[in-house]
């Protein structure tokens, strides 16, 4: 198998402290998933008649374990399921007393929530995939929808090896230049044309950063989430998506980012609205003069309007009294430091009355400090400073860019001191 594809871990083992539940069910805490005695209660993806079926490719003659997943049975082999000390290792050891066994027949399978028929199929693919199927992954024909519900599965039930296979995998395929998520034929999406498949682009990256978040994957992380931040400049669709994700899965970073994307560019509007109608979530409309209309939740309103007011607040302070700095020890020794304050404060009123800037929104206090550093060497009586000063000056303007932009999480919150 050439060297760049992980190989596959149906037959790796890898060890770990497991935990001793006391009876025959165990909880994921994450997913507050079950695994019980057979059960006709509603399970995601299950049919309201309740009609079970087996399914067509996983019910095995030879199985030894029959699992209900849905409104589907699988019959698999215990073996195969005890491998990598996962959950089902503690399931099959446990005492059974002169309760029938579970997952001996179709009337007694072993019932798993949470999943859906297709995501536990996927998984048990990578268990049973022939050699020729496991190298489909590095091929044009990978299929992504299945090796995230492998890792998916894999994880909630600690397969750890074919949890970390299956990320890997992901992770590989997602770094190719160009990214496979912009070009691939089920998704018809490329940067250069943001309105071509909205809602599968938008569903596929909200499960990549998912699966990143629940099996704490930082790096594929990190990837779908600078991926997600080049989108925002495209469609209004991503800055909303970012920042449901941000508030959701609690994505600090991201979630500054969204926020003053969707408050740099779109009129937003709360679920309900003036004539007390209901709107859905996410709902972008287009206004009459041309600005994008975006319905948000209550909670993202308070916390947008939160961050517009801190955010020009803030400016109004900078633009009112220039940033300090620390005049250079050659500037006390031959230059008059006093002229050169001077000047860098009749540079500061100069440039922060400039048209440029202002034409920027009030809220941008990011873009106007930009704005003042490109225009720094460029106008005003800044070349009057001493040299050195001059340096330090502009290094104090980029270091408050930086500072406001690692704290811009803190702008978008409810409640709490307003500046």
């Not at 699988?74 to 997952?103: A, C, K, M, W, Y």
């Not at 998520?181 to 943001?194: A, E, I």
């Not at 682009?201 to 909200?206: F, L, V």
């Not at 704490?216 to 991926?227: A, C, E, N, Y």
Request: aromatic share 10%.
């Amino acid at each position: 198998m050439p060297e760049d594809v992980p190989a596959s871990p149906a037959s790796d083992v890898v060890h770990y402290t497991q935990l001793s539940p006391a009876r025959k069910r165990f909880r994921h805490s994450s997913d507050s998933v079950t695994m019980d005695r057979s059960s006709r209660s509603s399970t995601p993806g299950q049919d309201s008649s309740g009609e079970l079926r087996r399914d067509d490719r996983y019910y095995f003659s030879d199985g030894s374990c029959i699992l209900q997943v849905g409104n589907t049975l699988f019959n698999v082999h215990r073996s195969i399921l005890s491998q990598d000390t996962s959950s089902f290792t503690t399931l099959f050891t446990l005492p059974q007393g002169d309760i029938p066994e579970e997952g001996t027949s179709d009337e007694r399978p072993i019932v798993l929530h949470g999943d859906t028929a297709n995501e536990f199929r996927n998984f048990l693919w990578s268990l049973y995939a022939l050699p020729h199927e496991i190298m489909m992954v590095r091929s044009s024909q990978m299929d992504l929808n299945r090796l995230i519900d492998v890792a998916k599965v894999a994880s909630k039930y600690s397969f750890r090896s074919t949890e970390s296979w299956a990320l890997d995998v992901i992770q590989k395929y997602i770094e190719k230049k160009p990214s496979p998520l912009f070009v691939s034929p089920g998704l018809h999406f490329s940067l250069s044309s943001p309105a071509f498949g909205l809602p599968d682009s938008k569903a596929q990256i909200s499960r990549l950063i998912r699966l990143a978040q629940t099996c704490g994957h930082q790096r594929l992380l990190d990837t779908m989430v600078s991926l997600l931040r080049q989108l925002m400049s495209t469609s209004l669709h991503y800055s909303y998506l970012a920042m449901a994700l941000a508030d959701e899965l609690d994505l600090r970073e991201l979630r500054g980012l969204a926020y003053l994307g969707v408050l740099q560019r779109a009129v937003f509007y709360s679920v309900r609205d003036q004539d007390g109608e209901t709107l859905e979530e996410g709902e972008i409309q287009e206004t009459p003069d041309g600005l994008e209309r975006l319905v948000v939740s209550p909670m993202q309103q308070h916390r947008l309007l939160s961050g517009h007011y801190r955010l020009c607040k803030i400016w109004e302070k900078l633009r009112a009294v220039p940033l300090t700095f620390e005049h250079s020890p050659s500037c006390g020794a031959n230059w008059n430091q006093h002229s050169c304050t001077q000047n860098w404060t009749d540079f500061w009123k100069e440039r922060t009355r400039a048209d440029g800037l202002l034409s920027l929104g009030s809220a941008d206090v990011l873009g106007r400090l930009t704005f003042i550093v490109k225009e720094f060497d460029k106008w005003g009586s800044v070349t009057y400073m001493h040299q050195d000063c001059k340096a330090v000056a502009k290094r104090t303007v980029q270091e408050k860019i930086k500072s406001i932009q690692e704290s811009l999480s803190d702008y978008f919150h409810e409640g709490g001191e307003y500046l």
